[in-house]
């Protein structure tokens, strides 16, 4: 839920949300949904999609991320939005050596061109409106590096020059452009890297952060609905670390 006193500061916005079945993304759906905003969620898991539509009075889309012209004939029927989170993302560990190029081109394509299509769509109204805010969720795998995951620190890094280009491009439309830097966070895809690297892999994690702990989807979540609302106005072309304080220990 939200926050004590914010529970309608997102009111009379429409918000679209790429990825928002699972994890950080339905921690997003919720959260938009909690402070007022009516959201439509974009995944191709219609199961899980469907339930979070119902559960939190949401749209539902389903569509292939990576789909063009679904995408832009979702925000058609479902638009306009004052709001656009770029969640969606895959990861992948392998080292490059052993990186097939089919599978560069799935996690680029999955990663960063679906925040190219998404935001190509919603940028027309929002740049008529002469208000918007765009928030990319990256990684910080993004700024730092990210070892046996080449393909999808380069996608991440790739986000975070996108989301700056947007912003350079559109300040004068009073459209900000955002990135959110999330670290470790306790997701189904987490559990499941950690139960295939076990106990040493969690500690590890635990490790990289300043605050020595995993994060979790609401953390993200309430970063995502500041940058998302008018009080972050000021800000554009930013990126947030919520990481725990990854990458300065």
């Given amino acids: 839920m939200a926050a004590t006193g914010l529970a309608d500061r997102l009111a009379g916005c429409r918000a679209v949300v790429s990825g928002g079945a699972n994890g950080i993304g339905a921690a997003i759906v919720r959260r938009l949904r909690a402070e007022g ?28 991320v990576t789909d063009v012209d679904a995408i832009d004939r979702a925000v058609a029927s479902h638009g306009p939005f004052e709001i656009l989170v770029n969640n969606v993302g895959v990861d992948q560990h392998a080292f490059l050596t052993d990186t097939s190029p089919e599978e560069w081109r799935r996690i680029l394509a999955i990663n960063l061109e679906s925040a190219f299509a998404f ?30 995951a080449v393909v999808y620190a380069a996608a ?20 900000t452009s955002n990135v959110v830097l999330p670290g470790p966070v306790r997701t189904p895809l987490f559990e499941t890297a950690v139960a295939a690297g076990g106990e040493a892999l969690l500690e590890a994690m635990k490790a990289a952060t300043l605050l020595r702990r995993v994060g979790e989807p609401d953390e993200v979540a309430a970063a995502v609905a500041f940058l998302a609302s ?16 990854m990458g300065l220990g």
């Fill in 230 to 245: 008018r009080e972050a106005g000021f800000i554009t072309g930013e990126t947030l670390g919520v990481s725990g304080g």
């Fill in 37 to 64: 905003a009516a959201v439509l969620v974009c995944d191709r898991d219609a199961g899980a999609g469907r339930a979070l539509a119902e559960e939190v009075g949401a749209g539902l889309a389903v569509l292939d």
């Fill in 156 to 175: 991440k890094g790739g986000l975070i020059a996108f989301a700056k280009s947007v912003a350079r491009e559109n300040a004068r439309f009073a459209v």
């Fill in 119 to 148: 935001t190509r769509a919603v940028l027309p109204a929002m740049q008529a409106a002469r208000y918007g805010r765009i928030v990319t969720i990256s990684s910080e795998a993004g700024r730092l590096g990210s070892r046996g």
